[in-house]
Structures are given as structure tokens and as C-alpha cells.
């Protein structure tokens, strides 16, 4: 009973804080009206994105907005994503390309990448997309109106998470379980803690003016959480950091496979909690004790009530952000517990790799900068 109390009471706390998103949570669809319609700097860092760039720029073309430019940064690819852009630029006269200069040492190559697309913006609001994203007419429209409503010097959305492959189905919407069923979304408006922060590199938006204040990407150019690494610096300077869901609105596909994924986790999970080893480690065995360990309770029947509940407790959450959120439903819930063992693993070897200095992502060796 030691461990059945504790953990059925954070199991009906997590649902609690699922609920409080699923039903009040912010949502970007619900933005409320523009009071004006400022230039915006649509700013997307590109590096080997052929097979995403093209979708990307189609749906930023069909914005319902009347006063933004579009710029790409073409991070030296080695396929079509340069010529692919020129293509679209017949077509879509506010769109600008860029060609990015050699990574210099001691940055990172997505900040590297949007630092200079910040140097060329001439927008009064900057919004960073990654090229794998896909938007809706009013994504503009939306997020700038959610700014001006709640005076946020930065602004993110988490995408609704597209999944074609089994292994996608699996892992890529586990993203959306961590954020949704463990922070509510308004305590991050509200909170003054920078561990109380997220936000998302995908769709990150800022006043021109808070950018610069905050040094812009120069100032956290060797963060690999780049999108967290700017929000904390924003609590600690008292600047208001608005996160939102971006269901409906906001659409990406990550990843294409499993070894995908496994690299694209591993290069963030360990950044994610600073590289701090106890915070990291000690929540690893809270997910293992909550979301793993009471499957294996099935085979001690003197507990078999109180497992029944704890897995019972476990699908429910599962089912209510997968029904919310877009996710494969019936695989996403079923499959929850072995979803959670793969995600273990990742955890685990992001750990490995970046205390071994082996994360490479987009043939580019990622360099973390140790604290933990």
C-alpha cells in the first residue's frame, strides 16, 4: 500500500490537470479579435527540408492576413530545398529566400539559422516555424490576436502532431501526453518560475521589441532546447510567456520513422531538464512507477483491485488526450504502457549520447554545453 496510495493520488492529479486542459485550457483557434493587423516576419530556418518546404510554403501563402512576409533560410542544404523555395517565389511575392553563412563555432545550428533570419526581418512581430509545419488560413490572424489580447512578449503553439507509420502512431504523440497531462497550459501565462515553462521551437512568436530586449538567439546561441533555454531567460526578465494548444491549427509531421524519432528524442530529452542528472533521472522513475509498474502489478493478485485501478486510471488519461488531441485512438490507449517503455529507453539514451558527445542530427554533431 506504501506505493499504491501515492501513486493513485498523482494518477488522479495528472487527470485532473488533463481535464483542466482538455475543457479551459487555451487553445489557438480560440484566439480573440485583432485590434490591428501588424507586419508580421514569418521566419522559417530550412536545412535539407525537401520533402516539407513546399507544404509549408503553401500554406503560409493562403493566410488569412493582409500584412506579412515570409522569409527562408536555406541552412546549406545538400538537396532541392534552395531551388524548391525560387520555385514558390514566382508565385508568392511577399516570400524571400536566404542563403545562410557557415556556422560559426560555439553556436547551435538552428539558432544560428534564426538569428540571421532575425537580422533581415522587418516585421513589427517575429514568428519562428520549423519548415515541417503546416498552417491553417487563420494561423496568423489567430496567434497575433492572441498576443495583443494578453500583452504576451512571447507566444508558442504545440501542433497538432500528424503520424502516417506505426512507429510514429506510437511515440511522436507522447509529446502531447507529458505537456498536457502534467502543466496546465494557464500556469504558464501566470507562473514566475522558469521551471514552470514551456514552449515550442516549431511556432514561437515575439515582439520585435522583447526579441531584442532578450538578446534574441544570439543570447542562448549554444542551447540546444532552444525554445525552453528563451522562455526561462523571458520569466527571469519578467516577460510574459503565453503557450497554447495548436489543434486544428498548427500541423506537423516530425518524423518519418522510428530511427527518426529515436535520434530527434534523444537530441532534446536530456536538454529538455538542463542537463540536471537528479531532476532527470528522479522523473524517469516516477514515469516508469506511474505509467509502467502497474502492468506488472497484474501478476501479484493480492493487488489486483487496486492495479485494476491504476490501469484503469492510465487508459483514461491516455483516451481523453488522444480524443482530444488528434492521436491515434485506439492504438495510442492500448498501447500506452509499451509506448511509455520505448520513451524510457529514448530518455536513456539521450543521457548516453549526450554525456558521450555522440548527438548528431541533420549530419551536423550537436554540441551540449554540460551544467548537470
Not at 77 to 85: A, C, G, H, M
Not at 120 to 131: K, L, N, R, S, T
Not at 195 to 215: D, P, R, V
Not at 283 to 292: A, D, E, M, Y
Request: charged share 15%.
Amino acid at each position: 500500500m506504501f506505493y499504491i496510495i501515492p501513486a493513485m493520488l498523482v494518477l488522479i492529479l495528472l487527470l485532473g490537470i488533463t481535464l483542466y486542459n482538455i475543457l479551459r485550457g487555451p487553445e489557438l483557434q480560440d484566439s480573440p479579435e485583432l485590434r490591428s493587423h501588424p507586419m508580421i516576419s514569418m521566419l522559417i530556418p530550412a536545412r535539407n527540408e525537401e520533402k516539407n518546404i513546399g507544404r509549408c510554403l503553401e500554406s503560409l501563402k493562403s493566410q488569412n492576413y493582409p500584412n506579412y512576409e515570409v522569409i527562408v533560410l536555406d541552412d546549406q542544404s545538400e538537396d532541392n530545398t534552395s531551388q524548391i523555395v525560387k520555385n514558390w517565389q514566382t508565385k508568392f511575392s511577399n516570400l524571400q529566400l536566404v542563403h545562410g553563412k557557415s556556422l560559426p563555432a560555439g553556436w547551435s545550428g538552428k539558432n544560428w539559422a534564426c538569428h540571421q533570419l532575425s537580422e533581415v526581418a522587418q516585421g513589427e512581430y517575429f514568428i519562428f516555424a520549423d519548415a515541417d509545419t503546416r498552417q491553417h488560413p487563420n494561423a496568423l490572424r489567430d496567434t497575433i490576436g492572441w498576443m495583443q489580447q494578453y500583452r504576451a512578449g512571447i507566444f508558442s503553439a504545440f501542433p497538432q502532431q500528424i503520424t502516417q507509420t506505426f512507429a510514429e502512431k506510437l511515440l511522436v504523440p507522447l509529446i502531447d501526453v507529458i505537456l498536457y497531462a502534467s502543466l496546465p497550459l494557464w500556469s504558464i501565462y501566470k507562473s514566475r518560475f522558469p521551471s514552470m515553462i514551456a514552449a515550442n521551437g516549431q511556432w514561437l512568436a515575439f515582439h520585435k521589441e522583447t526579441y531584442k530586449k532578450l538578446g534574441g538567439h544570439q543570447h542562448i546561441k549554444n542551447k540546444v532546447v532552444e525554445d525552453l533555454a528563451i522562455a526561462r531567460l523571458a520569466i527571469r526578465r519578467g516577460i510574459r510567456v503565453l503557450s497554447v494548444a495548436g489543434t486544428a491549427r498548427i500541423y506537423t509531421r516530425m518524423y518519418r520513422s522510428f530511427a527518426e524519432i529515436w535520434d530527434g528524442f534523444s537530441k532534446n530529452m536530456y536538454g529538455i531538464f538542463s542537463t540536471k542528472k537528479v531532476l532527470f533521472f528522479a522523473t524517469l522513475t516516477g514515469i516508469f512507477l506511474l505509467s509502467v509498474f502497474p502492468f506488472g502489478l497484474l501478476f501479484m493478485p493480492e493487488f489486483k483491485i487496486y492495479t485494476l485501478l491504476l490501469i484503469g486510471l492510465n487508459f483514461f488519461i491516455r483516451f481523453l488526450l488522444a480524443l482530444k488531441y488528434k492521436h491515434p485512438l485506439l492504438l495510442s490507449t492500448l498501447l500506452h504502457p509499451v509506448a511509455m517503455i520505448f520513451l524510457l529507453a529514448i530518455a536513456v539514451n539521450s543521457f548516453y549520447s549526450v554525456r558521450t558527445n555522440q548527438v548528431v542530427w541533420k549530419n551536423r554533431k550537436v554540441q551540449y554545453n554540460l551544467t548537470g
